[in-house]
């Protein structure tokens, strides 16, 4: 009965590769993001999608590119991963925008 | 700008004494507030939250907060610390945008409970 759920917890590659983390959620939520969180423990929004309509995008490389196949849903696929790309990423529901979001357990990405 | 800063990157309090964590905000309108906090390599859990409904605010674990207007605070508070609320706290403020709302994260308070 887990809410929100992410794939892979951990994850580990090499510079170069293009890698995938999936986010579902059961809440019935209408709205879902993707926020990174840096070795310093500092949490940004990367994306936010609104029925499946992205809304919120902040200035992220071009090598990020989330999608979101349905409201329950929101993947986040990366090209060309770099060194800086090592983060912990956490997916994120809210019931319309503004409201309290719930959070994912988060994906370690660790790029050697 | 809306934005937050969390006074104390670091509080230390004993097993049963009072915990603290400051919060100061900045809006230009009324703003909605959060605290979430983070055990060790585990996600975010919203604490509580205001949303200009009522000023003092309850939330789970026994912590609650106190929306102050005038001193624009949001300070966390809990009158008997526990050693399982060792973990990661987090200030979080709505910033309303025309195709949505964002939260934006303090920096975090690391608090560690003593036996």
């Known amino acids: 009965d887990t809410a929100v759920s992410q794939t892979p917890k951990y994850l580990v590659t090499q510079m170069g590769n293009d890698k995938s983390i999936k986010c579902e959620q059961n809440l019935g939520h209408d709205t879902m993001y993707w926020y990174k969180q840096d070795s310093k423990k500092f949490l940004k929004i990367m994306f936010s999608?609104?029925?499946?309509?992205?809304?919120i995008n902040e200035t992220v490389p071009n090598r990020f590119s989330p999608k979101s196949p349905d409201k329950a849903h929101l993947n986040l696929h990366i090209n060309s991963l770099e060194l800086g790309d090592s983060a912990v990423y956490f997916c994120a529901s809210s019931q319309h925008r503004g409201y309290e979001q719930y959070f994912g357990p988060g994906t370690r990405l660790t790029v050697t | 700008a809306q934005s937050v800063t969390q006074l104390d990157s670091h509080v230390s309090v004993s097993e049963g004494t009072p915990v603290l964590l400051r919060c100061n905000y900045s809006?230009?309108?009324?703003?909605?507030l959060f605290w979430y906090v983070q055990h060790p390599n585990k996600g975010l859990q919203l604490l509580l939250k205001y949303t200009s409904a009522a000023t003092l605010v309850k939330g789970i674990n026994g912590f609650e907060a106190e929306f102050k207007k005038s001193e624009t605070s949001f300070h966390l508070t809990k009158p008997s610390a526990h050693m399982s609320d060792a973990a990661e706290y987090f200030c979080v403020v709505t910033i309303r945008e025309e195709y949505g709302n964002k939260l934006v994260f303090g920096a975090g308070t690391i608090l560690r409970v003593k036996s």
């Open positions: 999608y609104n029925n499946k309509e992205l809304i």
């Open positions: 809006s230009s309108y009324s703003p909605s």
